[in-house]
């Protein structure tokens, strides 16, 4: 997610669950090709297993960027098929895709002839008056044709013309049915559903009803805890027990002593912790903390172990 999952962001909620797999923010393959921006790609080796998310619509562009993202590491590239922003449109990417499925196809199968790792699409039910019904059965076929196995499907349609990027995450109405019904017809297809998911028993629901994955993004940022702790035990079956955002809370004090002595700031990190208390006591004072306290001039580690101290006397 654009401007949330950046490589801070996964940091964190890696230490939350060791199993879920992690997304970078959309990289557009004209940055990393034409402008040379790899330093878009720096992530940690603690981040794995971890998707780059590229966008784009050129096949030759994308066959490029994919390669430098395997080069970098990651371990699956995705094209981006769902994001609806006027920017990215005017660049021929994102939901507008979803109109030209051959192309989709070239570029995958470019992508896929670039690189070894997964190469995996996201893709909404459709555009504008399209009829997710046909549209998006047929833009499943294109893909597989061209050698995609897994695809995540925003369940909802992007409107092109009226809605803000905010607005196409909210307004148009979810078909979770749809893609549950694209699944039975798409068997060999490994399909996961996004789109206003925010539980771990509405998404241990959907697996049991036959998908295969799910994708939480905005809870999954604001609750990181409710969502990533218990991941490993109830979703992927891993014995042992769930990771706590306390413990996520101490394991992150190296790393921000380490991104501070590099020339980084505090607020960079923090401001992806302050959900890590949501729903538990303390959490009020933990986010007024840390938003307030994490831009001052000479703010460190310091402030993240009073906050927490603060939580742990809410709690008591
Ligand atoms: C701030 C923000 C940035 C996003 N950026 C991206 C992006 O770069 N690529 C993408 O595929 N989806 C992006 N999305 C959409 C989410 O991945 C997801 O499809 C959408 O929020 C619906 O899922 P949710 O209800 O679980 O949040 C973004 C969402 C938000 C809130």
Same mark, same amino acid.
């Given at each position: 997610m654009m401007d949330w999952t950046d490589r801070h962001c996964r940091y964190l909620h890696r230490l939350l669950s060791r199993r879920a797999l992690l997304y970078t923010e959309m990289v557009t393959a004209p940055a990393l &090709?034409?402008?040379?921006? &790899?330093?878009?790609l720096d992530h940690s080796?603690? =981040?794995?297993p971890v998707a780059l998310q590229l966008g784009g619509s050129d096949p030759a562009e994308l066959a490029e960027a994919a390669r430098l993202g395997a080069r970098a590491g990651y371990d699956e590239i995705n094209l981006n098929c769902g994001c609806p922003s006027d920017r990215v449109q005017s660049g021929t990417f994102?939901? &507008?895709l979803m109109r030209d499925p051959a192309l989709v196809a070239r570029c995958v199968a470019a992508m896929r002839a670039a690189v070894d790792v997964y190469v995996t699409v996201k893709c909404r039910i459709? &555009?504008? =008056?399209?009829d997710p019904e046909v549209v998006l059965p047929d833009f499943l076929s294109h893909i597989r044709e061209a050698g995609v196995r897994r695809v995540i499907i925003h369940a909802r349609k992007a409107?092109?013309?009226?809605?803000s990027p905010k607005e196409n995450r909210d307004i148009p109405?979810?078909?979770h049915d749809l893609v549950g019904q694209m699944k039975a017809r798409f068997a060999d297809l490994h399909i996961s559903i996004n789109g206003g998911i925010a539980s771990l028993d509405e998404a241990e629901a959907l697996l049991a009803a036959g998908l295969d994955g799910v994708m939480v993004g905005r809870a999954a940022y604001h609750q990181p805890a409710d969502i990533l702790c218990a991941a490993d035990r109830?979703?992927? $079956?891993?014995?042992g027990p769930d990771t706590t955002p306390e413990a996520a809370v101490n394991a992150m004090l190296p790393y921000i002593e380490s991104h501070l002595s590099a020339g980084g700031r505090l607020n960079q990190v923090t401001r992806h912790m302050l959900?890590?208390?949501? $729903?538990?006591?303390?959490a009020r004072a933990w986010r007024r903390m840390l938003s307030e306290g994490s831009?001052?001039?000479?703010?460190?580690p310091e402030l993240v172990e009073a906050a927490l101290a603060q939580v742990a006397r809410a709690a008591a």
């Open positions: &090709v034409r402008g040379g921006a &790899v330093h878009l080796p603690q =981040e794995h994102g939901a &507008v459709g &555009v504008d =008056e399209q409107w092109l013309q009226g809605l109405p979810l078909d109830r979703i992927f $079956g891993v014995p959900g890590l208390f949501a $729903g538990r006591p303390g831009t001052r001039p000479g703010a460190g």
